[in-house]
C-alpha cells in the first residue's frame, strides 16, 4: 500500500521527467543527474554531484548553479502540495554561505512554507549531503501560481 509520501514523491517525480525537465533546456543541462531522493506535503529533498558544467573558472560551485537549484526546488517544493504546476516566478533571493568543488555531493532541501491562491512562499537550502553537511547556500523563491 502507497504512503502518502510515496504519493508525493511519484507525484514530484513525475511532474519533474513528464512535464518540467522535457520543456527546459537549461535544466536539462545544469540538472540531468539530480535525484529526487524524499518528498511529503510541502517539501522535497534531491542530491545532484557537482559535474564540470557546475563550476566556475576556480573550480568551485558557480553562483548561477545555486541560484538555478533555488528556482528549481522552490517549484518542486510546490508541487509536492499536489499542484499540477509550479508556478511564475516573482522573486528569488540567494545568499552564498561556502562552495563545493567539482565531485561533491550536495543535498538540496526544499520547503513551501505557504501556497495560497495567488503566491507561493518557499526557502531552500543546499548543503554539502551527510549528517553535518555544511551549508552551501540558503535562499527563498516566491512564485506566482493562480492558475
Not at 502507497?2 to 535544466?27: C, D, F, G
Not at 510546490?78 to 516566478?89: A, F, Q, V
Request: hydrophobic share 40%; with cysteine.
Amino acid at each position: 500500500m502507497a504512503t502518502a509520501a510515496n504519493s508525493e514523491l511519484q507525484h514530484v517525480r513525475n511532474y519533474w521527467h513528464q512535464v518540467m525537465k522535457p520543456k527546459s533546456p537549461i535544466y536539462t543541462f545544469l540538472l540531468d543527474d539530480i535525484d529526487i531522493v524524499s518528498a511529503s506535503k510541502g517539501s522535497m529533498t534531491a542530491h545532484l554531484k557537482v559535474l564540470s558544467n557546475h563550476v566556475n573558472s576556480k573550480g568551485t560551485l558557480h553562483g548561477v548553479m545555486s541560484a538555478c537549484l533555488m528556482d528549481w526546488a522552490g517549484g518542486m517544493a510546490i508541487i509536492s502540495t499536489g499542484r499540477d504546476n509550479s508556478g511564475l516566478s516573482t522573486d528569488i533571493h540567494t545568499t552564498y554561505v561556502s562552495t563545493a568543488r567539482e565531485g561533491d555531493l550536495l543535498e538540496i532541501e526544499s520547503n513551501a512554507v505557504k501556497v495560497g491562491a495567488s503566491l507561493a512562499f518557499t526557502t531552500i537550502q543546499i548543503r554539502h549531503a551527510g549528517e553535518g553537511g555544511q551549508v552551501v547556500a540558503h535562499g527563498t523563491h516566491t512564485k506566482y501560481v493562480k492558475a
